[in-house]
């Protein structure tokens, strides 16, 4: 059996943040309806006191690397659709 891991690092710049207070509720309401929905290992990598910066790692695993890729590429899509983030960049790790 193959175990296919997918990582990725993406640094997102928050919108609607404007206290540190503001930023955990927007990265804990991104962060819990990835997990959910795409059932993926997320959190806050870096920029933790920058309370408009934030920089997610994610990680996917499966028997499939078109499965991974398929995942990761929603996900981009689910976070680039929430109006409170702009991606500044996309980092692969594995």
Do not use: P
Not at 8 to 29: G, M
Not at 50 to 63: D, F, H, R, V, Y
């Amino acid at each position: 059996m193959i175990i296919v891991i997918k990582a990725i690092e993406i640094e997102l710049f928050l919108l609607d943040a404007y206290s540190l207070k503001d930023k955990r509720s927007i990265i804990k309401s991104i962060t819990q309806r990835i997990k959910q929905k795409f059932n993926v290992s997320i959190c806050e990598t870096k920029d933790h006191e920058i309370w408009n910066k934030s920089t997610l790692g994610i990680a996917c695993a499966s028997n499939s690397s078109s499965y991974c890729d398929k995942i990761i590429t929603q996900i981009i899509n689910f976070i680039d659709f929430d109006n409170r983030l702009e991606i500044v960049t996309i980092r692969t790790i594995l």
